[in-house]
Structures are given as structure tokens and as C-alpha cells.
């Protein structure tokens, strides 16, 4: 039966995966539960544990009782530098050093799934914070059957087969993970730790997602474990810090800092929408032919453009792209290699178009940003992501590729530029983009559907209730 726990004030045990898009999402997260007062330790990487003890020190967190734990490797370090054997091995090496009756609930990212076992023996609730869309997690909650049916992108006889799975219907292998560490290995145990959690919080929000949320919500009933309660889905998106879209911008990024004031200056200069911004994540470099066709096509196409490029190890600008390219561009565009701050760029007025990879943070900025999208998914979930929001959403334009991501010519490229940038043709995915950056801004409102969800999910676990 469910007795109330026993256990002290709310206190969370949050595990994040230190990449970009998986750990960024759990900032805002951090500091909801700090503003209800529900302390918090996290879980992480040398590298993060910093980050967040200076954001402690800065007062992000107030005078909360919070801490940070080095429990994982920094694994971008190791080979191969995947987080999931790492992170597993490190848990089975040091969990003990973890004192189970300090914590009430556990929100732990959508890959932790070794975490589950752990959270039933302690007789704590585990809630997963999925950082993608509700379709990638309609993905993984099929996993099994995924594995099971030769689902793969790695089997030619499915790979161009439209899905019968309950909610994937839209999507063929194509469209899927092509790691086959996950895909084979981990997909059945990630199915087995979303059906046996206390639930999900999604970075999306309910106008974005509707119908995938609502069949998240029946497969999570269906698929249920004896003497489990069904999952609870909570969408609280966009997790991503952002002003009404009336903000000035340079108010926003008045503390940018002097790294991206160059840039700012550059786009002061432009017309308003008039400048492509294209960046593609910051895990996997774009592959040369990739970047030549896009080369190629900025060149077609004449449009302004303001690129950020990762280029692989050892290689140097110059060689990574057509020859005299920057040259000859130089007067109405930039290439950089340095980081940037994607979402307050994202926010210039002269940026009319994102050509992006379709990682999920980076969607949801450009919703947010009221900035359409030309999809070049790379790898992951990307290219469920970018099929969603092309046909589906028409938020965004498709990159049309051959067989595999980054398959395709410049003139693919300039066709789907054109279309994205030209005043008429990309009229109706500026408008709809327009209507979805309403409908986030008025999800996380007070009152709105994504605060409401939020609000539910701070009462649930603060009423914290534990099996006995």
C-alpha cells in the first residue's frame, strides 16, 4: 500500500547527462524547485558541479541547502565519448557513497535509466526529465518492440517502412537513432525505466505536442507494471530562459560580454529578417561535403548569413571550406568558430531564418524567438524532431536528403534557403511559427498549461508519498 513517507523536508537527488542539450534544460528546473523551496543534490561531472556552485555563488539558488557532487567522469574526455557506459559504471563503482534517506524523489535525464532499479529499492519516486520531443519518448517507450521488430535503421528492409507503432505511424527508421549501442542494447531498458517511473517531465509544452502528449499518456496506461501506478506526464516547456517577445534585445544581451558584441554590431547593421543564422549543435561537426554544399549555396542564394561552423580537430578554416569562400562573402556574412549565445543572437531583429540541426533546445529557442527553420538533422532524434515540425507543425523547411543526414547537394540547400527567406514563399511557416510563439509564451504565463503542469509537479512532490 502507499504510506506518507517517513522521510524529512522534499529533497531531490538530480542527475543530469553533462552534454549541452541534455544538461541545459535542468537549469530552469534547478531553479523552479529552489523558488518553491525543495533543496536539491545534483549529480555530475567535475566540469557542471562548478558551473552550478558559481551560479550558487551568485545567489541563483538563494540561501537554499543545495549541493553538487563530482559522482561522474567528464567522459567527453574518454574514448568512446558517450556518456552511458561511463555513467553506468561510475554508479556501480560509487552509489554507495550516496545516503538514500536524504532524499525524497529523484529527477534524473531520460538516459539514466540504470537509476530506476535504485530509486524502487530506496523506496523513493524517480521522475525523468525527457529533453526532446514527445515524439522521441514515444520512441523509447517502444524499445523493446523497436528491437524486437528489426526496427532499425541498420536493417534495410524496414529502414524506408513507415512505423505501426502506436504513435509513430508519421516516422520510418529514417528518422531514428542510428547508435546501435542505444538502439539495440539500451532502447529495451530505457522502455522498461520510463514505464516503471513515477513519471516524465517534458520540455515541450501542451499546443506544440498535443496529440503525441495525449498518446504518451494512453501507452504509459496501457503498458503499466503490476503494483506500479501509471506514470504521470507533466509538460513544462520550454525550459529555456527568455523574455516576452516585446523585450529589447539590446537590453537582453547588454551583459553578452565582449565575445559577442562583434557579432551584434554585424547584425545592427542588417535588414530586419534579412539574415540566415545557421548553427548545428555543439556535438558533431558539420562533415566537409556538408559544409560545402552549404558554402555553395550561401553563394547561390546571395542571402545574408551568420554562420557558427565546429570544425573537427586539426582542421583549419581555409581547408574545411571552398576555396576563397570567405573572400568572396566577406561584405554580407560571417563565419565563426567561437561559441556563441545562440538564443539571445536568435532574438536579433535582423535574423529572419535559423538553418539548424533540430536538436530540441535549439527548436524550441527558435519557437520561442519567432524564428523559422530550415532542418538539417545530423544525428540523434533529430530527424524525428525535423520531420514533426516540417510536416506536420510547418514551422520549418525540409533539407531533402538522399539515404543519410548531410546526403544531399548545394543546390538542395538553396532551394530550402529560398524558401525559408524569400518574403512569399516562407510566408506561411513565418505566420505559423508566429501563432507557436504565442502559444509558448502563454504556456508558461501564470495560469498557462506548461505553469500549471509545473505547479502540479512541485505539489506532487512535496506531498511526496512512498511505497511500503
Known amino acids: ?96 557513497e550516496i545516503d538514500p534517506s536524504r532524499f525524497t524523489c529523484m529527477i534524473t535525464d531520460m538516459f ?51 512505423f505501426t507503432l502506436p504513435g509513430l505511424e508519421l516516422f520510418s527508421p529514417l528518422h531514428c537513432p542510428r547508435m546501435e549501442l ?20 517534458f520540455n515541450s509544452f501542451e499546443a506544440f505536442d498535443k496529440e503525441p502528449l495525449e498518446i504518451m499518456s494512453r501507452q504509459l496506461e496501457i503498458t503499466q507494471f503490476p503494483g506500479k501506478e501509471t506514470p504521470k506526464v507533466f509538460a513544462i516547456g520550454p525550459l529555456v530562459s527568455l523574455p516576452q517577445p516585446s523585450a529589447n534585445f539590446h537590453e537582453l544581451t547588454s551583459k553578452a560580454g565582449d565575445s559577442s558584441r562583434e557579432f551584434i554590431d554585424w547584425l545592427d547593421g542588417q535588414r530586419k529578417s534579412s539574415v540566415l543564422f545557421i548553427s548545428l549543435g555543439s556535438m558533431k561537426p558539420l562533415p566537409k561535403r556538408g559544409a560545402t554544399a552549404f558554402a555553395e549555396a550561401l553563394e547561390q542564394t546571395g542571402i545574408p ?10 582542421v583549419s578554416l581555409e581547408e574545411y571550406l571552398p576555396s576563397g569562400f570567405e573572400a568572396r562573402s566577406k561584405t554580407r556574412g560571417i563565419v565563426s568558430t567561437r561559441w556563441v549565445q545562440q538564443q539571445e543572437l536568435l532574438q536579433h ?25 530550415a532542418a538539417c538533422p545530423m544525428y540523434a532524434e533529430q530527424g524525428l524532431n525535423a520531420k514533426y515540425i516540417v510536416d506536420v507543425l510547418h514551422i520549418a523547411v525540409e533539407i531533402k536528403y538522399k539515404e543519410d543526414y548531410c546526403d544531399f547537394d548545394s543546390k538542395t540547400v538553396a532551394v530550402a534557403i529560398d524558401t525559408l527567406m524569400d ?46
Open 112 to 162: 539514466t535509466y540504470f537509476l530506476q532499479d535504485d530509486a524502487d529499492k530506496w523506496r523513493i519516486p524517480r521522475y525523468t526529465l525527457i529533453s526532446t520531443g514527445c515524439y522521441p519518448a514515444l520512441y523509447f517507450i517502444h524499445g523493446d518492440q523497436i528491437v524486437e521488430g528489426g526496427w532499425l535503421f541498420s536493417n534495410p528492409d524496414k529502414r524506408h517502412q513507415n
Open 349 to 373: 531583429p535582423s535574423i529572419g531564418g535559423f538553418l539548424s540541426h533540430c536538436g530540441w533546445n535549439s527548436v524550441m529557442e527558435a519557437i520561442s524567438a519567432g524564428v523559422p527553420i
Open 423 to 468: 518574403e512569399h514563399k516562407g510566408a506561411n511557416i513565418r505566420q505559423n511559427v508566429l501563432n507557436m510563439q504565442t502559444a509558448r509564451f502563454e504556456a508558461v504565463t501564470k495560469g498557462g498549461t506548461s505553469y500549471r503542469s509545473f505547479e502540479k509537479f512541485i505539489s506532487t512532490i512535496l506531498n511526496h508519498e512512498t511505497v511500503t
Open 182 to 201: 542505444l538502439s539495440a542494447t539500451i532502447l529495451p531498458k530505457i522502455a522498461d525505466s520510463f514505464r516503471k517511473s513515477a513519471g516524465s517531465l
Open 1 to 96: 500500500m502507499r504510506v506518507s513517507s517517513l522521510r524529512g523536508p522534499a529533497r531531490a537527488l538530480v542527475v543530469p547527462v553533462p552534454t549541452e542539450g541534455h544538461f541545459r534544460p535542468f537549469l530552469p528546473v534547478l531553479q523552479r524547485l529552489a523558488k518553491s523551496r525543495i533543496s536539491f543534490t545534483v549529480l555530475c561531472n567535475q566540469e557542471r558541479c562548478d558551473e552550478l556552485s558559481r551560479f550558487k555563488a551568485n545567489g541563483e539558488f538563494g540561501d537554499l541547502d543545495v549541493d553538487f557532487m563530482p559522482l561522474f567522469r567528464d567522459f567527453l574526455k574518454l574514448d568512446p565519448p558517450t556518456p552511458f557506459p561511463h555513467m553506468l559504471d561510475d554508479w556501480k563503482h560509487r552509489s554507495t
Open 305 to 314: 548569413f551568420f554562420w557558427v561552423l565546429r570544425l573537427p580537430p586539426g
